[in-house]
């Protein structure tokens, strides 16, 4: 007998990319306000990453992702295009800003919280595009 | 803009289809049936093929655009 895979939405799944993005970056956060981090930035990364892989691993090893859906394919592009424009502002705001105003910027910690940024995001706005109303979500 | 007609609920009521078994007679998801029902998403030409392939009609039959 075939086994059935259950399903994962998508949805779900950009769910965890977004907290697993954001994480790192609210420990980041936490940990620079307290002025005593105990765990330094690669590691908080790599735990991020970890985590990531885990996950990926227990969901195509146990659920089937609705990827290929169309919908889900126009929301995600949607979702690239708006966030491909807001990361293009805020690197070329960061430009002017360190060139005429503030410089000092810690490039690295502006390079990777603009990509875990990014990242969440790009989640986070296709859950917004992708989540049905309730009204939508009864049979008719 | 021209706006997307769609008589997919009726030809799923004449059938006595659910959402869920037409979305996975054509392998997409309950929720695109439904924003396709409402006219708010635009269907590729192969999911519309599909679904009118499920009907046993043609797609303009099912879609058209209203001006």
């Not at chain 1, 939405?9 to 306000?33: D, E, K, R």
């Not at chain 1, 070329?92 to 005429?100: G, H, K, P, Q, S």
């Amino acid at each position: 007998m075939e086994k059935t895979k259950k399903k994962f939405s998508y949805n779900n799944f950009h769910s965890l990319i977004f907290c697993t993005a954001l994480s790192p970056i609210i420990a980041y956060v936490f940990f620079t306000v307290k002025g005593k981090g105990e765990l330094d930035k690669l590691s908080i990364l790599i735990g991020a990453v970890a985590f990531a892989v885990v996950q990926a691993f227990v969901q195509s090893r146990f659920y089937t992702l609705e990827k290929k859906d169309e919908m889900v394919q126009y929301n995600l592009a949607k979702a690239n295009r708006i966030t491909l424009c807001i990361v293009l502002t805020v690197l070329f705001i960061a430009v002017l800003v360190n060139d005429y105003l503030f410089k000092g910027f810690v490039c690295s910690d502006f390079c990777w919280i603009t990509v875990m940024g990014a990242i969440a995001l790009r989640s986070f706005l296709f859950m917004m595009f992708d989540a049905p109303s309730a009204k939508d979500t009864e049979e008719e | 803009m021209p706006e997307l007609k769609t008589k997919l609920k009726e030809y799923r009521a004449k059938h006595d289809m659910k959402q869920g078994e037409l979305a996975e007679l054509v392998g997409v998801r309950r929720e695109t049936i439904i924003r396709l029902e409402k006219g708010l998403y635009n269907p590729s030409l192969k999911l519309a093929m599909d679904i009118a392939k499920v009907f046993g009609t043609t797609v303009e039959e099912i879609f058209s655009f209203e001006e």
